[in-house]
């Protein structure tokens, strides 16, 4: 839950930059932050087997988790200053490269499920 409270931080700070009620944080905390969750879900990771199952529901509730915050921040009117937008070909591409992963370990569960049957 950590890392969905991180992108909608980021999100927000991107969408709305000049917002007033937002504090100013330095782009070296949130750059440290996410270095710093990468190296602790590497740690923990080692750790814990992962099911196919959970990554796949991570991986989709991940995917509809960003595309919301789009839209709702474009719907309140934001506008990112970096470029993530329904406009943008790039965003396109990577969704479409992150719906073919989606993909691939959904068949990956189904057929693991079938084999366990």
């Known amino acids: 839950m950590l890392i969905i409270f991180c ?29 710093g969750l990468y190296l602790v879900s590497m740690l923990f990771k080692r750790k814990r087997s992962v099911d196919s199952k ?9 995917i509809v988790y960003i595309l919301f915050l789009m839209g709702l ?3 309140l009117g934001g506008e ?7 406009s943008n070909g790039y965003f396109w591409i990577v969704l479409f490269i992150a719906l ?18």
């Open 80 to 86: 990112s200053t970096t470029g993530i937008s329904f």
């Open 7 to 35: 992108f909608t931080i980021l999100f927000v700070y991107d969408y709305f930059p000049n917002n007033s009620l937002l504090v100013e944080v330095p782009k070296s905390v949130f750059s440290f932050l996410v270095i």
């Open 54 to 62: 959970n990554v796949l529901k991570w991986q989709v509730f991940t």
């Open 73 to 75: 921040f474009t719907i």
């Open 100 to 117: 073919i992963g989606i993909f691939f370990q959904w068949k990956k569960v189904r057929n693991s499920q079938s084999v366990s049957s």
